[in-house]
Each structure stands twice: as C-alpha cells, then as structure tokens.
C-alpha cells in the first residue's frame, strides 16, 4: 500500500476543489468537504460518499438545514493506487463525481462522463 499522511491527502483534495471551475463552486450551497481515514464497514472500498439534498431536488422547504456532507475516504484511495500520481488523479476524480451529486448528476451519468 502507498504511504501518505494524513495531511499531505487532505492537502490532495483541497488542490482538487481547487480546480473545479470558480463558475461551479459559486453555485455550491450548504456544503462541507471531509476527510475520513476509512468508508463505513459495510462498504470498504468507498472511495467518496454524498449525504444531504442535491440542488436539483430543494424547494422552498429547503432552509435551516445542516450543510450536505462529501466525505473523501483516504484508506481505500491509497490501497487502490500505486503511485502519488494515481493517487491525485483519483483522487480528483472521486471530489469531482461527490461534487457532481451536490449537483444532482446521478451515478449513471458519471460512468458516462469518465467519473466513475
């Protein structure tokens, strides 16, 4: 398994929000990116996960709500790549495809656009 800190991980996805394009990041709303060491048990090799409301899916119900959650897993990132190249390359990836859940683009779509 390739080794990585903690921070120089956390360091990789804050480089990945900061190429998705300023037009998107403007429209995010009530968001929270994370880090987790490891995915729940019951899915161990989760890369990332969404929880909250896609934008698409609120109404006027939608106020005073805790933020949406994108969780970015480190454990099966790191054991899933061999070199710190693949690792910011999937890990790009995986901010991307979260990101575009807040946006209401389904998993499908995703497998389509190469952000499986």
């Keep these: 398994m390739l080794e990585m800190t903690r921070e120089e991980f956390e360091e990789l996805v ?17 968001v929270a990116v994370f880090v ?22 609120r109404g006027e119900w939608y106020a005073g ?10 454990g099966p990132t790191l054991r899933m790549c061999e070199t710190r190249q693949e690792v910011v390359e ?17 998993d499908a779509r995703l497998h389509a656009l190469g952000y499986g």
């Design 65 to 74: 709500v805790l933020p949406d959650r994108i969780t970015i897993y480190r």
């Design 90 to 106: 999937e890990t790009e990836v995986t901010v991307v495809h979260e990101i575009a859940h807040h946006f209401g683009i389904d």
């Design 14 to 30: 804050a480089e990945a929000l900061d190429r998705i394009p300023p037009e998107l990041t403007r429209l995010m709303d009530n």
């Design 36 to 57: 987790e060491d490891e995915p729940p048990a019951d899915d161990p090799e989760l890369l990332g996960l969404y929880e909250g409301t896609p934008l698409t899916d």
